[in-house]
């Protein structure tokens, strides 16, 4: 075991995500048999008290002050960006191009252009042996790793419904303040980058069908909000009083779909809403498919669990609650006994894994940036749509 | 009770309808207190045995093989329309002019001009004391009726989104047969019209809202399916060879939403669907609604129940399960103890109770055929909708 | 259709219970072809006021103030006892007695020693082709029905397992009245007799095993109660201020019971609870079977479905939402189409139908005095063990 | 930070519980500010080559072979055992004695005496500012913590009704194999001790009253099991062939309790039920209480929830489902944002920083020592009385 080579990382941004990431580089081996021991050996951050406390915090054994430092450090083989998406572009280009691999958070980039560009680099790097992941961590959710299997395995048949929406309610209250989320120089989007993007993804992935064209509709209901004196996370209840800044994204997102199809089957059509204003909806990443066969569907409020429908039990079928917790579920087999359920944060940790398999196997690991472009394609379209009377729109443009 | 003047009723249609029409009818006295009581008169068919055994079966005093010599009857107070949507323009007219007060299936018609025509004469027959109505019923289920009582106390503040869906699974076999519901001759549209009908009358009735504007999308996933050597009604199994016809309605219909938000408030956006292909759902018609101080949500499935979130009592909010069974609730005192469910036919006979009340007490009873045109003008914006690339299309084509 | 055979129903009781059998005699013919036409011929009260107002709201044809006239009346086939559950050994016996057939509402008697007659003389009685029948209506719930098919097809393998609750709260309330339901020389007992009852029978008719021994607990919460000035039906708000006078039953009812196992296999144990006191619980009658196969799980509050795990399908079991609302499931299939639930009154109309068909066919019904003897003696049973320090106690005291 | 003072750790056993427990040592400090830094010391086990793999695979900074030489280390400060039951009273006395800290799992032993003389060692070294805690972790479950709160807050009334459920079916198989959890001489019990304890211990402490007597059954279905040729864990999967050894625990236990009351307030019953033999239920930890004002309910397989009900919303009154994932929630706010839940494990992590805290406090940690013998008196009275025809038994043999 002392034998094992290590992967040295260096993160860049220690808020949220960082937490989430820093928890599954120190976890993971403890729980799985890494072929590459995870190494901790710096995190990135402007401010240098704060960053010093995050490394102390989040178990990191130095720091530094520009990310560039950090691409600069020949003890270093893996950049992992957690910062906001404006800065996604340059600094994954940058790693790759140092010869770093790269683990990038979603989106991948506030618009298409800087996602091609990271794409191209990313594939050339890949040749090399540089190999770039995009943080799209709920598909590593047991759960919806199951739909995918079942969904491969052709247990639905021919799928005809997609219904997929993520509905949280932390801007409900009109005084939640105006942070970098909100502001669209920085985040790109609102509900439809942030978490409309996750379902894209998850709806493409699971189907193994690409959306092909979107009719959209964006909405922003509270159009100025307080301004946050300082940096405020999710969920942080602002100020009633003071003064107030404009809000530049979208509160909610819908767009209807229709997929490619894939391998010879007719395409699904697709229901898609992404909202923080569905009030009592907390983190409700849902994702149904309705197939010839077959029907499945998860919901992250209730994330250890997939209902799965099975027309061949007909008259006596019913969506089944699965608790996908047995050894032979995807990852679950490595933590604890059947019906002890995972929570948020393992799917970050299941991330590593995979990274860190493919990594060590030299293979592309999924999803890879071209995924991630795919996606951001989709956000594009939608975009598009919205400002054009919801005419339809075909993603990529073609 | 000897005193109670009759109000007698002659039907047109004995099939699904009529049956739980009739059953209405026969029960609303037994368990309310009617101003007027109900007498099951005539029932009116083509085909004079199976009318006479329907007669028979149903509980109706005599029959007539012509819908029009049920409106010569003198001893017909009125007319309950339960025959397919395209002869409802005829009978519901030929009706009113004749004096019958009349309770039409819903949809009102195949077409918005035979939907204008009809609420046209209904209005000038009202202002004679001859009263019409629209047979969505699931207003009158208790839950629904307590949705739309919470909404008109304020207790959602502002209402941000509606997601209505309606999922049946009925057609997911490519080898059911290819009933009058297929045929858009006789049905005017598919899922759209039948069930998604129900969705928009339901969205609109409980928000207090009209529907404005739309995007839509129309899928028809089976394009031929066996024909039917007679008719077979709502989830019936067909054969597998044998020859095909063309179906020439919508499987599943998918929409966006604005709605025109009443009273000084400003709008909700919704998401309507409807299909008939969602394996697994059975009768899922489900209404949400977020609002700035509370949610609520439905779903047929779980008739009884109403789900409630309100914000007040953040943070140990939760959705809760109202079982709408208690006294207090709407039209379930006149039933069971608490905890006792109702059925689906309970709403019928709910219908039959308020329509019964209106006609005695001389004032409209809702909703009205103008309540119903306003959905058909939905319905046909969806279909302009579908036809345009998705664009967005106002409502009434104003 | 007009000859069929009358068969002329008499009635004892008009409130609750005969409001619901009234529904069940008119409705049974218009859904299901009986062999026999179901005639409300009368009903049987001491008020001849109430009892005519009664007849007129429930639809049956003439009164009499005193059930023995009913019994000696030619025209009545078949006396419905809904009196209180101290007048049912009298009635019954001189029904039987007489010629009629009896349906008689649970429980059977107040004790043992009654229902023991009662046993006696219907057992004689059926000799004769005279038949009687106690209503244990929740076995006829499509769900429970289907639970009984399920069992007795093997599905479960062996049962290990029976999980018996019936959960109410409408007595949480200190001040609601003391009714006949709280004294015991009226009702036998309280929750015991009144709910306990239905949960043993349900668990002895699904499993097809007896319970054979107990070890019990009683309790009653509230010792003294406002008196009611009149008759307060189930549900009733009380006073909170008045004379209280004691209540004399049991609030809530715990055992742990052996099953005897039936055919060669093992007996299952079990665990039971009544109680009116369960805040929040309105209606929850609930019972899970766990076998050595499969189980399954049901709970009155989501009374159209039944809830079914099948270890075959591991690792990817879990339990699945039956809606019992198929064509193929039990009396679903006369009604309406699947996943239009039915409610609480729909068992009392299947059980007229099991009970006419098997006059008809001059075959003992289901459940038989035999049978709910059998419950009577799980009753006396847990009484004696709850008066005994909760000692081991044998069913039948043998 | 790097003033923080040193806890250093040394755990006995390294098997799941083992696992659980450094995870939960190495994640504390990353996600809560503690006041004393916990230090992997060492972990002993008996086997050199096993313990020295896991102590590498869990993070331990060094091994032994022989508790007794853990206690002996000066550099120790804290006993984590985490052995079977029938090393407890040992450990736990030894390392005591040396005035070292206990954490000790649960069952604190595996008969009341044991426990008895570990409660008075522990008591004295409290006195020396030596302290104890028994690891029922459940009672760090954020919504049991919550439900304390509740129930601490007076939010239920006086409590009537506990229901408290721990069904698993890793045994339903016939052929899992003879573990040392099925050997009475290993493990003191089957489910009562293992999984029975655990709703013993969060009944009496969300309660806040304790189980005064009971009335008991117990039960082994599977008598005879294949011997396992090595050590098995937790839902292992056995063969069918080869030799048999006798069960000498129990499959199930069942019992009625009642509780004291606690101050001034009339005691609650109880039904208890611990079984691996529930087919479908994979961890159904769960607790409901119903009170004269509210009720409550948990399932652990929905373990991010807490169902509520508020007779104060009476008529439109219903469970409510909490997230317990609010920031104002016990534990939660250290994690992620609401809606994004926790796992199984989060509990152990709870536990070390309620523990520590203590510690740092110079105050008792709870649950102490007392708390577990108190358990363990239960345990003792279910199985007097399940060995005495489930005779009323008062806990404590007063």
Redesign the interface.
């Known amino acids: 075991?002392?034998e094992t080579k290590s992967l040295r990382v260096g993160m860049v941004g220690y808020a949220?995500m960082g937490?989430?990431h820093?928890?599954a580089w120190?976890?993971a081996p403890?729980?799985f048999d890494l072929p590459l021991a995870p190494q901790l050996t710096a995190v990135a951050g402007r401010d240098p008290e704060r960053v010093a406390?995050a490394a102390?915090?989040?178990?990191w054994e130095s720091t530094e002050t520009d990310w560039r430092r950090l691409i600069q450090r020949d003890d270093i083989d893996l950049i992992d960006i957690c910062a906001p998406g404006n800065l996604h572009a340059e600094i994954a280009i940058a790693a790759l191009e140092a010869g770093k691999h790269v683990l990038c958070e979603k989106p991948l980039a506030n618009s298409v252009s800087e996602a091609e560009r990271m794409t191209a680099v990313a594939d050339s790097a890949a040749a090399r042996g540089v190999f770039s992941m995009c943080g799209f961590s709920y598909r590593r959710t047991p759960a919806l790793s199951?739909a995918k299997r079942?969904v491969d395995s052709g247990a639905l048949g021919e799928i005809?419904?997609v219904?997929a929406q993520y509905l949280?309610?932390?801007l409900?209250d009109?005084n939640a303040p105006l942070t970098w989320r909100l502001d669209k120089a920085k985040s790109g989007s609102g509900s439809l980058g942030d978490i409309g993007a996750h379902i894209i993804d998850a709806a493409q992935w699971v189907t193994g069908q690409n959306v092909a064209g979107v009719?959209?509709?964006l909405?922003t209901?509270v159009k100025e909000r307080p301004i946050a004196g300082d940096f405020v996370?999710?969920?942080g209840h602002g100020g009633t009083s003071g003064p107030r800044g404009p809000v530049t994204v979208d509160d909610?997102a819908?767009?209807?779909a229709?997929f490619d199809g894939g391998a010879g089957s007719?395409g699904a059509?697709g229901?898609f809403?992404a909202?923080r204003?569905?009030?009592?909806?907390?983190?409700?990443m849902r994702l149904e498919l309705?197939?010839?066969?077959?029907?499945l569907a998860f919901d992250?409020?209730?994330?250890n669990?997939l209902?799965?429908?099975d027309?061949a039990?007909?008259?006596?079928?019913?969506?089944?609650?699965?608790?996908v917790?047995?050894?032979?579920?995807p990852y679950t087999g490595h933590?604890?006994?059947?019906?002890?359920?995972?929570?948020?944060?393992?799917a970050f940790t299941h991330q590593v894994v995979d990274l860190v398999e493919a990594i060590a196997a030299g293979k592309q690991p999924s999803p890879s940036f071209a995924d991630a472009l795919q996606v951001q394609r989709v956000l594009e379209a939608v975009e598009v749509?919205a400002a054009d009377?919801?005419?339809?729109t075909k993603v990529g443009g073609a």
Chains 1, 2, 3, 4 share one sequence.
């Open positions: 075991m002392t949220f937490a989430a820093s928890h120190r976890t403890r729980f406390a102390a915090k989040l178990g199951l079942l005809r419904h219904r949280q309610d932390w409900s009109a009719s959209a509709l909405e209901f996370g999710l969920g909610a819908i767009f209807s229709r007719p059509i229901v809403e909202t204003f569905a009030l009592g909806r907390k983190n409700a309705n197939g010839s066969k077959a029907s992250f409020e209730d994330m669990s209902w799965f429908y027309s039990q007909e008259p006596n079928a019913g969506f089944r609650r699965i608790q917790t047995e050894p032979e579920h933590w604890w006994p059947v019906g002890h359920g995972l929570g948020y944060e393992h749509s009377e919801s005419r339809w």
